[in-house]
C-alpha cells in the first residue's frame, strides 16, 4: 500500500527547470537579485493583482522583515491557531503577541475580540488567513483604523486568493506569502511580503540585504533574506502551471465535501461566495459526542491505513513548549477546542480522486451510533 502524505509537492516538468536554469551556467549569477529574481517579481506582482512585492527567502522572513519595516513595538494582537512561524515572528522581533480567540466558522481571529486587547502599548494586528480562510478583513481593518494600528496578515496559505475579486494582498499594510515547498505554489523555499507604499519597498530590498545601501554604505542592521536564481526559477516554472493546479485542487475538495459534508458529528469550513479560493487545505473538526470518535483515534486509523493526515494546527502556539509559563494560561476557548479536534486531510493537485474516496472510507468507518 502507498503511502499518502498530507501534501507533496507541486513540481514542473524537469525539462523545463533545466532549460530555465541553464543561462545560469553562462550568466555565473546565481543569487542577489540576479534575473530570475527580477523576472520572477513582476509576474507574481501581478499574478496575485498587488501593486509591488519583495521576493524573500522564505515566508518566516516576510514576517520579521516585514515587521521590521514597519518599525513596529510593543504588543501585536494575534492568533494562536496558526503555525509556529506566526508567532516567533513576533517574539523574535522583540514584540510581545498578545493572543486573541478565533471564530468558530473559519477558525480566522474573531475580530469581535480585539478591541477588548487593546492597550497603550498595542502597535499592530497579525491575522492569519489560516488554510486559505479569508480572514473579516473589512472588521479589522475597522478596528485599526480606529486605533491607529498596522495590520500585517500572514498570507502565508492564501496565494492568488481574492476577495470580491480584489488579490488577498491588497488588504492591511503588509501581507506575507509562503512560497515553501508543501504550498500551492511553491519557489522550493521562498516567499513575499506585498504592500503599497514605495518608502516601504526600498526599506524591504536593504533589509533583505544585509542593510547594504551602497558599495560602502550599510545603513541598518538587515539580514540575509534574498531568493536565490535556483529558487526564483522554478517559481517562474510553476507559475506556469499555477491555475491548472489549483483546478485539480478544487476537484478533490468537492469529493471530500461530497462524502463528509453533512455528516453528524463532522464540521467543514464553509465556502465563501466571495472569495476565490486557492483550495489549500482540508481541515475537518470531529466532534466525539456526535461522530463517536475523536481527532486522535481517526489519526490513528488512517495512520494504520497509510494515510498521514495532519494535525494541523496543534497545539496552539501560545501553549508550545517554548511559551509554558508565559502564554499558555491565555483563556482562548475555541482555539483550544478547535486545535483538539481539527485534522488536516491529504490535499495536493496529484492526489488521485480514488485515493479522497479510500481516505473518507476510513474516515466514516471509524463513526459509531448516531
Ligand atoms: N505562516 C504560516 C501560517 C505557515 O503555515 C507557515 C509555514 C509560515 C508562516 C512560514 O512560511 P515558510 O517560512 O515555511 O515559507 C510545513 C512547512 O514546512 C511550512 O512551510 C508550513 N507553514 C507548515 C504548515 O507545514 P511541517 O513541519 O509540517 O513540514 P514537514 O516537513 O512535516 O512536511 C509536511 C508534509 O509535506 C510531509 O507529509 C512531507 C511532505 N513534504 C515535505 C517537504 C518539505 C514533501 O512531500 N516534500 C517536501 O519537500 O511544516
Redesign the pocket.
Known amino acids: 500500500m502507498d503511502k499518502i502524505?498530507?501534501?507533496?509537492?507541486s513540481m514542473p516538468p524537469i525539462d523545463e527547470y533545466i532549460s530555465e536554469i541553464q543561462e545560469l551556467w553562462e550568466s555565473r549569477w546565481l543569487t542577489n537579485m540576479g534575473s530570475k529574481h527580477r523576472k520572477l517579481q513582476g509576474k507574481l506582482e501581478s499574478y496575485l493583482g498587488v501593486d509591488h512585492i519583495e521576493l524573500l527567502v522564505?515566508?518566516?522572513m516576510a514576517?520579521e522583515l516585514g515587521m521590521q519595516a514597519l518599525n513596529l513595538q510593543g504588543e501585536v494582537i494575534t492568533t494562536p491557531f496558526?503555525?509556529a512561524?506566526?508567532t516567533h515572528a513576533i517574539v523574535r522581533s522583540g514584540l510581545e503577541p498578545v493572543f486573541c480567540d478565533i471564530c468558530r466558522d473559519n477558525f480566522t481571529l474573531d475580530a469581535d475580540l480585539i478591541e477588548d486587547l487593546i492597550t497603550e502599548k498595542t502597535c499592530a494586528i497579525l491575522p492569519?488567513h489560516?488554510y486559505g480562510n479569508i480572514c473579516k478583513v473589512d472588521k479589522i481593518q475597522k478596528v485599526a483604523d480606529k486605533y491607529g494600528l498596522k495590520v500585517i496578515y500572514?498570507a502565508?496559505?492564501a496565494f492568488g486568493e481574492r476577495y470580491d475579486e480584489i488579490g488577498i494582498g491588497n488588504f492591511g499594510d503588509i501581507s506575507c506569502f509562503?512560497?515553501?515547498?508543501?504550498?500551492v505554489y511553491n519557489s522550493i523555499?521562498g516567499?513575499a511580503v506585498s504592500y503599497k507604499s514605495s518608502a516601504l519597498g526600498a526599506r524591504l530590498r536593504k533589509l533583505k540585504d544585509f542593510g547594504i545601501s551602497g558599495p560602502e554604505e550599510v545603513c541598518e542592521v538587515g539580514t540575509n533574506a534574498k531568493m536565490n536564481e535556483f529558487a526564483a526559477a522554478m517559481g517562474i516554472c510553476n507559475l506556469r502551471y499555477i491555475d491548472a493546479e489549483v483546478g485539480k485542487r478544487r476537484e478533490i475538495d468537492e469529493r471530500y465535501r461530497y462524502w463528509l459534508d453533512g455528516i453528524h458529528g463532522i464540521y467543514l469550513s464553509p465556502k465563501n461566495e466571495r472569495v476565490k479560493s486557492n483550495y489549500a487545505y482540508f481541515p475537518v473538526v470531529f466532534d466525539k459526542e456526535k461522530f463517536g470518535c475523536n481527532r486522535d483515534e481517526i489519526y490513528n486509523e488512517l495512520k494504520k491505513n497509510g494515510v498521514?493526515a495532519?494535525k494541523?494546527f496543534y497545539p496552539a502556539t501560545n501553549t508550545l513548549e517554548c511559551f509554558h509559563g508565559k502564554y499558555d494560561k491565555v483563556k482562548l476557548p475555541v482555539a483550544l477546542e478547535i486545535s483538539q479536534k481539527v485534522l488536516t486531510l491529504p490535499l495536493y493537485a496529484d492526489l488521485p480522486l480514488t485515493d479522497v474516496d479510500r481516505i473518507c472510507s476510513v474516515i466514516l468507518q471509524c463513526r459509531k451510533g448516531e
Open positions: 502524505l498530507v501534501t507533496r509537492p522564505n515566508g518566516h514576517l496558526t503555525f512561524s506566526t492569519v489560516v500572514d502565508a496559505h509562503s512560497f515553501h515547498a508543501t504550498k523555499e516567499g498521514f495532519r494541523y
